[in-house]
């Protein structure tokens, strides 16, 4: 099995074992070994589970206002783990391939192995929820079918990122491309460089 494949399978295995409860709070108790990759991916997939719903949440138009901001300052925080925890992925990869000569006609890629592979988390949760469209019984045959065909894409657009992935690791693993990761530049979280923050600091200091 390919490294993308096991990817694959434990993004389904995890978005399955959020839906047991589909509960934004319940406990996420994971299964594989502690601070191995599959564990990181299995955390990283149940974030990405998690924030999903919170985003069904906010968007109900009747939800109370201040209800509407705990969950954006949650979903914030949730943003600022996922980033976090695909970097950690990354440097996974460049302690994998640290040893790797590289080409002198190496190339570069447009993104990171682990930001590839946070697209194949998020593929996971949409195939599952397209998936879903799909068996209702209270739409008619026109929404179906439509969620069928969506589906249908979403099927293709893994297998292509699966073999893309995996393509983008062969390459690394033989020089013909190399890892340049640039780290979060995140501002609004830092109250150093978000002006409402900084400036609300100052405010209280003078």
Not at 45 to 69: C, G, K, S, Y
Request: net charge negative.
């Amino acid at each position: 099995m390919t490294f993308s494949n096991k990817c694959n399978e434990i993004f389904d295995q995890t978005v399955k074992l959020y839906h047991v409860t589909d509960d934004v709070d319940a406990v996420f108790n994971n299964p594989f070994e502690e601070d191995s990759i599959w564990a990181k991916l299995a955390r990283k997939n149940w974030i990405d589970a998690v924030q999903w719903h919170l985003e069904d949440l906010i968007r109900d138009e009747d939800i109370d206002p201040v209800e509407a901001l705990a969950l954006k300052h949650r979903i914030d925080h949730s943003n600022q783990d996922r980033t976090d925890l695909v970097e950690e992925i990354d440097s996974y990869f460049r302690q994998q391939y640290a040893d790797v000569s590289v080409l002198p006609d190496a190339t570069i890629n447009t993104e990171s192995p682990a930001w590839a592979i946070d697209r194949l988390s998020i593929l996971a949760l949409k195939i599952w929820h397209m998936r879903e469209q799909t068996e209702r019984t209270d739409a008619d045959a026109a929404h179906i079918a439509m969620c069928q065909s969506k589906l249908d894409v979403l099927m293709e657009q893994r297998k292509d990122l699966t073999t893309a992935i995996d393509q983008l690791l062969e390459d690394i693993a033989a020089g013909r491309k190399f890892m340049k990761v640039y780290r979060q530049m995140k501002m609004y979280n830092d109250p150093e460089t978000n002006p409402v923050l900084y400036g609300k600091k100052r405010g209280g200091t003078e």
